[in-house]
């Protein structure tokens, strides 16, 4: 029997974008580690050691990827000799719209894959994922569906579709339509309705300008 473990990288851990994406991946799996539980790696370790098959989905940080997840690579590396021929696959993901913003991620973990020796099945990009955990299931069934179909196909060690990551990854860039679009949703204030929201519940919109440290800074 094939062993699968999920591993998530996002610091809200289970209440996340990921933990979303990850039962859409594979709904039926519930062997699922969480990074942000930094004490546990070395236990998580363990688990994957006795995996045939795992998955990593994680959010885009600062173009990058989050520091716990950098911390479970370097794990990783230095018990290289353990996972090797492992297959692997990761899904990433990132607010902004347009999915030029993953794709040096996504030449880091080909790149990751190979060093280790894990047998690489490639990198799911998904652009324009924040609020998945928040969205009606309507407006998410297209996406759940492809990415199930990818599940599916990973852990029975065929190739993943082309037109299904195509479809998931969108345009690299927007075209010039949708940036005069997006500058007027923009001005309309549209685009930080999420973050506006955020910002009033915590009673800080009104110092969403401040710079406190403006003239602190001597360059």
Known sequence: MKKIVT???????QASNSTVIAHWFNPKHNNILYLNKI?????????????DYI???FPLYVDGMPAQVKAFFELMETNKTRLKGKKIVYIIHSGF??????????????LFSNLLGLDHRGVITI???????LMPQRLTQKKASILEGLGRSFIKGQVLKEKDLNELQGPLRFSKSKIILYRLMSALGLTNMYWNSNLKKNKAFKNRFTTPYKNEVNL
């Open 7 to 13: 591993i998530i990288g996002s610091p809200r851990g």
């Open 39 to 51: 004490n546990k790696h070395e236990s998580y370790m363990k688990q994957v050691f006795d995996s």
């Open 127 to 133: 652009p324009g994922s924040e609020g998945f955990r």
């Open 55 to 57: 998955s990593f989905v």
């Open 97 to 110: 719209p347009d999915g030029i913003h993953l794709e040096n991620l996504k030449k880091y973990l080909i």
